[in-house]
């Protein structure tokens, strides 16, 4: 394999101007260029608990007003961050690529605010609200907090219309992922001709897994990081600094 440092920018931009179909699969990283921090390491400790202590259906089950009032929190900084720069060329690639696909392991709705029509969450949305039992009824709350008004008096814990416990729309620890959002994230790696990996460390399932099945469908694929990870020393190309300067940089060679 050739180093992958030694393709250049303009050599990208080519192949991103010749493929039929490209697919940006996003992470932490884009978002931590917003000021989002990414709740896992320490950045997310909030009292004396870490995501591993609440972002779990055991933590929701025991302490469901504890959990809440720590999305709450998270909401709150997220509210108050703005799409970046990388945010705001995947939107606008939507339209002036030929074919673009964005898939993101990011819950903060961030693409969505910056413009992208049509965005994949492998792992939810932190504004989304849905029944804990399963009824199937979601509430949107992005626009206002107003929207999950309902909630019992003692814990601050949204009520769902079947009467259940309503539980932000994310994947915890310990739970899967949407069989059909990965099976459909994984057919686009396997149609497109070039994979960008953004701001991700590409060792979490199924993100990880997508720059290996797009490679051996016949994709470049191509890592925009400000830091190295175990998916450099196999990428077609690997782009440092923040996505936000990057992606800018490729979209002035289109
Ligand atoms: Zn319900």
């Known amino acids: 394999m050739e180093p ?3 393709v250049p920018l303009n050599q990208v931009a080519t192949w991103l101007r010749e493929a039929a ?12 260029e917003s000021g989002v921090p990414t709740f ?10 870490s995501a591993a202590d609440l972002a779990t ?3 929701f089950a025991r302490q469901p007003g504890l959990v809440w009032e720590w999305y709450r929190w998270r909401r709150a900084i997220i509210s108050r961050a703005q799409p970046n720069e990388g945010h705001r060329v995947l939107a606008r690639w939507a339209t002036s690529l030929r074919r673009f696909s964005l898939v993101t392991q990011n819950v903060d709705g961030l693409h969505q605010r910056a413009g992208s029509p049509e965005v994949l969450e492998l792992h939810g949305n932190i504004w989304r609200t849905r029944c804990a039992a399963g009824c199937g009824h979601v509430v949107d709350d992005s626009r206002s907090e107003a929207g999950i008004a309902a909630t019992d008096e003692d814990q601050q814990v949204p009520v769902c219309r079947c009467g259940a416990r309503m539980r932000p729309d994310v994947v915890w620890f310990g739970e899967a992922l949407d069989p059909a959002v990965v099976n459909r994230a ?4 396997e149609r497109c001709d070039v994979l960008l990996v953004i701001g991700t460390s590409a060792l979490v399932y199924p993100a990880a897994a997508l ?7 016949g994709a470049r694929v191509v890592e925009v990081n400000v830091d190295e990870t175990p998916l450099s020393p196999f990428a ?3 782009l440092r600094g923040p996505s936000g300067t990057v992606l800018r940089e490729l979209e002035s060679l289109l």
Do not use: Y
Not at 21 to 32: E, K, M, Q, W, Y
Not at 41 to 48: C, E, F, I, Q
Not at 211 to 217: G, I, M, T
């Open 57 to 59: 259906p055991g933590a």
């Open 236 to 238: 077609d190309a690997v």
């Open 211 to 217: 720059p290996d099945v797009a490679s051996r469908h």
């Open 4 to 6: 992958a440092l030694s």
């Open 40 to 49: 896992r390491g320490a950045d997310g400790l909030w009292r004396t608990f």
């Open 21 to 32: 179909s490209v697919v940006a699969t996003t992470g932490a990283g884009i978002s931590a």
């Open 186 to 189: 994984m057919a686009l790696a």
